[in-house]
């Protein structure tokens, strides 16, 4: 499959995966909700890997120590994700594209100070037309 095809899969994935987040924060503790999320991530994980080779190379690399402060940090992310659904007053309309906005800049700041990327002007006007787009959604 091309890579072209991939790219919005996984951000339809993404937005249902975020409905989902929506729908489960009705009612519940967002502790426990987060813990499902991560649980049902891990075995659907868990069954993808099986169907892999792994490597002894993987074992113990900067890549796994990444990977587990990755899901850490996305641990946190998530329940108070959850806390702000259930307990803000917020509409999801706000909350979520606030935190996906919010990440890409994180990303692209992280990325320009650590990586020395470069913003081209498209990327600039991009990261503006996000935060225009932020005030448009809260008006």
């Given at each position: 499959m091309r890579i072209?095809?991939?790219i919005p899969l996984c951000a339809l994935i993404f937005g249902s995966y975020d409905f989902a987040v929506k729908l489960a924060s009705g009612s519940g503790n967002p502790t426990?909700?987060?813990?499902v999320v991560q649980l049902a991530s891990v075995a659907?994980?868990?069954?993808?890997?099986?169907r892999q080779p792994i490597s002894?190379?993987?074992?113990l690399t900067p890549n796994l120590?990444?990977?587990i402060i990755a899901g850490i940090l996305m641990g946190f992310a998530l329940?108070?994700?959850f806390y702000l659904l259930k307990n803000s007053g917020l509409q999801a309309s706000t909350i979520i594209p606030f935190t996906l906005i919010g990440r890409n800049l994180v990303l692209v700041i992280?990325?320009?100070?650590?990586?020395?990327?470069?913003?081209?002007?498209?990327?600039?006007?991009?990261?503006?037309?996000?935060?225009t787009s932020l005030f448009l959604i809260n008006r």
């Amino acid at each position: 499959m091309r890579i072209i095809f991939l790219i919005p899969l996984c951000a339809l994935i993404f937005g249902s995966y975020d409905f989902a987040v929506k729908l489960a924060s009705g009612s519940g503790n967002p502790t426990a909700l987060a813990l499902v999320v991560q649980l049902a991530s891990v075995a659907t994980l868990a069954v993808l890997a099986l169907r892999q080779p792994i490597s002894k190379s993987f074992l113990l690399t900067p890549n796994l120590i990444y990977s587990i402060i990755a899901g850490i940090l996305m641990g946190f992310a998530l329940n108070l994700l959850f806390y702000l659904l259930k307990n803000s007053g917020l509409q999801a309309s706000t909350i979520i594209p606030f935190t996906l906005i919010g990440r890409n800049l994180v990303l692209v700041i992280l990325s320009l100070l650590i990586f020395r990327d470069t913003l081209s002007f498209s990327r600039i006007i991009g990261l503006a037309l996000g935060l225009t787009s932020l005030f448009l959604i809260n008006r």
